[in-house]
Nanobody, 113 residues
Framework: VQLQASGGGLVQPGGSLRLSCAAS????????MGWFRQAPGKQREFVAL???????NYIDSVKGRFTISRDGAKNTWFLQMDSLEPEDTAVYFC????????WGKGTLVTVSS
């Protein structure tokens, strides 16, 4: 199983980005899919997840600004990020879980004026 994240970039504060993560290979039906992030000099932290039945969970700092969704048929999930803040600057990693955790390579999000 390989996970490919995309959609990062440079955006001004208050702007939006949409991250995508596509699973390829022998992809099972994952129990959970989501995103972590790692800011410079900080530990990796959970951002958002979506379960196989569509339940979602978010870290408090992104609630109301970020929305996670998925396309089950394509084993792809998304992170819509609105009202971005400089504190959201980080490398974002997608992951998926079914017995083991699969990780994608990160995509860099930079929020700066």
């Amino acid at each position: 199983v390989q996970l490919q994240a995309s959609g990062g970039g440079l955006v001004q504060p208050g702007g939006s980005l949409r991250l995508s993560c596509a699973a390829s290979g022998s992809t099972p039906s994952f129990n959970r899919m989501g995103w972590f992030r790692q800011a410079p000099g900080k530990q990796r932290e959970f951002v958002a997840l979506i379960t196989g039945i569509g339940s979602t969970n978010y870290i408090d700092s992104v609630k109301g600004r970020f929305t996670i969704s998925r396309d089950g048929a394509k084993n792809t999930w998304f992170l819509q990020m609105d009202s971005l803040e400089p504190e959201d600057t980080a490398v974002y990693f997608c992951y998926a879980f079914l017995s083991v955790t699969y990780w994608g390579k990160g995509t860099l999000v930079t929020v700066s004026s």
